[in-house]
């Protein structure tokens, strides 16, 4: 069975530019989450999906951050137009279930803003 | 709200020594606790976790933690460790998962590099 992936691995964009990352969950998983890591900090919540409805968007940073999940499957993260203090590593995960605190991980998008 | 910290960024140790990782956290309500390990070019995973019953949890590959509410600690430990222990873990907390999801606030991390 496949895991959670995510594309593009790594990524390096000028400030200003676009950048659309992509997840894609395990087959089966409702619940989408997306986290990002700050230069080595915490892992900090960002959404979450149910299907393709957010349950939670509270983590978004501001505006310039856009989370999708259209038809329940894949899901992406748009940031329009990127900042220096946007750079970091953004992690997707999938569950199946909502409360049992076991999240799947997919390896991570790193995102670097020159 | 709640939070969570890793009292140690980089833990080195050698092989066959043995390990404990410090987590602590603080909240206001009552929490659930986990610890994730990320192996090199992989996604995190979870290790272990602690929702209700025995303070002490183990894992499937030699690791215990143990919930001290008191001290509002969750420090995970192994005897003995190997090279392929190598990884960064990552402790974290939720809040009552009764109507709940899977919202979980990290600490920052500790590497743990095992020397031969």
């Known amino acids: 069975e496949a895991g959670v992936t995510q594309f593009p691995s790594h990524s390096v964009i000028e400030k200003g530019q676009t950048v659309t990352l992509r997840c894609d969950p395990i087959?089966?998983?409702?619940?989408l989450y997306w986290y990002r890591r700050v230069m080595g900090k915490e892992i900090k919540f960002l959404l979450h999906?149910?299907?393709?409805?957010?349950?939670?968007e509270s983590g978004m940073p501001n505006n310039r951050f856009l989370a999708e999940r259209t038809g329940g499957t894949y899901s992406t993260l748009k940031v329009q137009p990127a900042e220096l203090e946007d750079s970091g590593v953004y992690f997707c995960?999938?569950?199946?279930?909502?409360?049992?605190?076991?999240?799947?991980f997919g390896e991570g998008s790193r995102l670097t803003v020159l | 709200a709640q939070s969570v910290t890793q009292l140690d960024s980089q833990v080195p140790v050698f092989e066959e020594a043995p390990v404990e990782l410090r987590c602590n956290y603080s909240?206001?309500?009552?929490?659930?606790l986990f610890w994730y390990v990320q192996y090199p070019n992989q996604g995190l995973q979870l290790l272990l976790k602690?929702?209700?019953?025995?303070?002490l949890v183990e894992s499937i590959n030699g690791f215990e933690a143990e919930f001290n509410k008191s001290q509002t600690s969750f420090h995970l430990r192994k005897p003995s460790v190997h090279i392929s222990d190598t990884a960064e873990y990552f402790c974290?907390?939720?809040?009552?998962?009764?109507?709940?999801?899977?919202?979980?606030?990290f600490g920052a991390g500790t590497r743990l590099a095992v020397h031969p």
């Open positions: 995960a999938s569950s199946l279930q909502m409360n049992t605190g076991e999240l799947f």
């Open positions: 602690y929702l209700s019953g025995s303070t």
């Open positions: 974290a907390v939720s809040p009552s998962l009764s109507g709940g999801y899977n919202k979980l606030i």
């Open positions: 909240s206001s309500v009552s929490v659930y």
């Open positions: 999906f149910v299907k393709e409805s957010k349950q939670d």
């Open positions: 087959s089966g998983h409702d619940n």
